[in-house]
């Protein structure tokens, strides 16, 4: 086929096309999220893609369409996202809070009921942190108070006002010092600069773990310290502890507290045994004990090998983790002869 001018400046068009669509390609998912029926990730360049469910305008996009492919509907500067379960709310660099979706109960905390099909801001600025509920949201400042806003009949807002059903602007619940938060179904949990667990809310399948089935309609505390991460289910809660341990409790029918059993509890469950911790005693003269701990009853091997070069690992004899994980290898390393050791997981 002969080429003519027109048709070189055709393939230069769709060789740019190209390579814009590659360079964009090649940009890496940062973060995800995922809310009742949609799903969310953020690209290094700080654009923000939705797809999913969209019957309240919980994707953004102007529509209330559901797409089954990303689409983009912020460009830049997103750096946090969250999905509630039909709204959703996002950050941006400037540490301000936008939201979209469904507001019946004021979760967006707009000031108004009206469902968002495209992002609107809600705060200015200052804001660090956020976890969407199903319908209601919670968001942190610089600070370190904590704010809430949607529905609350459950008292999952903390203000202990459910002769309000719902609050339709951000309302300050703690003063200071929250560093993390997590929003359940109709729950709320957030841990303080000390460690400590606090939760408010439903409490019907012992989500709160305090030691009852009641709701709380303010903040009240869980753990005293220790507390790191934690994360919100529908009806259930779980946390990590800085010794590494990991903790569950509430709703247990389908076995999403992982403790071998199918029944709810109403107590903080210790479910992981703390993992990969290692400490060394000295008993005698190049003689130690050595101490792992690692998940619960599960059986570990000692190895010995007196050269990496090559590699030829010896089994020595151990004991079996006991119900707590807690694994003392009685054949102790000698620290006087030039060899290494490797623990690992058996049937």
């Known amino acids: 086929?002969?080429?003519?001018?027109?048709?070189?400046?055709?393939?230069?068009?769709?060789g740019a096309v190209l390579l814009q669509a590659a360079t964009s390609n090649a940009q890496p998912v940062t973060k995800i999220a995922a809310g009742?029926?949609?799903?969310?990730?953020?690209?290094?360049?700080?654009?923000?893609?939705?797809?999913?469910?969209?019957?309240?305008?919980?994707?953004?996009?102007?529509?209330?369409?559901?797409?089954?492919?990303?689409?983009?509907?912020?460009?830049?500067?997103?750096?946090?996202?969250?999905?509630?379960?039909?709204?959703?709310?996002?950050?941006?660099?400037?540490?301000?809070?936008w939201g979209m979706g469904y507001n019946g109960d004021g979760e967006l905390g707009d000031t108004t009921y009206n469902d968002a099909h495209s992002p609107e801001k809600i705060v200015n600025t200052n804001v660090t942190a956020i976890a969407a509920g199903e319908w209601h949201s919670l968001f942190l400042k610089t600070d370190g108070s904590l704010w809430a806003m949607g529905w609350n009949s459950f008292g999952q807002l903390g203000d202990g006002n459910i002769l309000r059903p719902d609050v339709n602007n951000p309302v300050r619940i703690v003063t200071t010092n929250v560093t993390a938060i997590a929003a359940g179904w109709n729950h709320s949990l957030f841990i303080k600069s000390d460690g400590?667990?606090?939760?408010?809310?439903?409490?019907?399948?012992?989500?709160?773990?305090?030691?009852?089935?009641?709701?709380?309609?303010?903040?009240?505390?869980?753990?005293?310290?220790?507390?790191?991460?934690?994360?919100?289910?529908?009806?259930?809660?779980?946390?990590?502890?800085?010794?590494?341990?990991?903790?569950?409790?509430?709703?247990?029918?389908?076995?999403?507290?992982?403790?071998?059993?199918?029944?709810?509890?109403?107590?903080?469950?210790?479910?992981?045994?703390?993992?990969n911790r290692i400490a060394i005693d000295l008993l005698a003269a190049n003689k130690v004990r050595l101490s792992f701990v690692g998940l619960d009853r599960t059986n570990y091997?000692?190895?010995?090998?007196?050269?990496?070069?090559?590699?030829?690992?010896?089994?020595?004899?151990?004991?079996?983790?006991?119900?707590?994980?807690?694994?003392?290898?009685?054949?102790?390393?000698?620290?006087?002869?030039?060899?290494?050791?490797?623990i690992r997981t058996v049937p």
Request: charged share 15%.
């Open 301 to 342: 091997a000692l190895d010995r090998t007196y050269t990496l070069l090559p590699t030829v690992w010896v089994p020595q004899t151990t004991n079996a983790a006991d119900s707590v994980g807690l694994l003392v290898l009685t054949n102790a390393p000698n620290p006087a002869t030039n060899n290494f050791w490797q």
């Open 1 to 14: 086929m002969k080429t003519t001018k027109h048709n070189l400046i055709q393939l230069c068009l769709l």
């Open 36 to 97: 009742g029926s949609q799903s969310f990730f953020l690209k290094s360049g700080g654009s923000l893609w939705v797809m999913g469910a969209n019957d309240y305008g919980q994707l953004g996009d102007g529509t209330a369409s559901r797409s089954t492919s990303p689409k983009k509907i912020v460009t830049t500067n997103v750096t946090a996202i969250a999905g509630g379960g039909i709204h959703s709310l996002f950050l941006k660099s400037d540490s301000s809070l």
């Open 196 to 275: 400590s667990l606090w939760g408010m809310g439903d409490n019907s399948s012992g989500q709160l773990g305090d030691g009852t089935w009641d709701a709380q309609l303010y903040p009240e505390k869980i753990v005293d310290s220790g507390v790191t991460a934690i994360a919100a289910g529908q009806f259930h809660s779980v946390f990590l502890k800085s010794d590494g341990s990991f903790w569950g409790m509430g709703y247990n029918y389908n076995g999403e507290l992982g403790d071998r059993t199918f029944s709810n509890t109403n107590r903080t469950e210790q479910i992981l045994a703390p993992y």
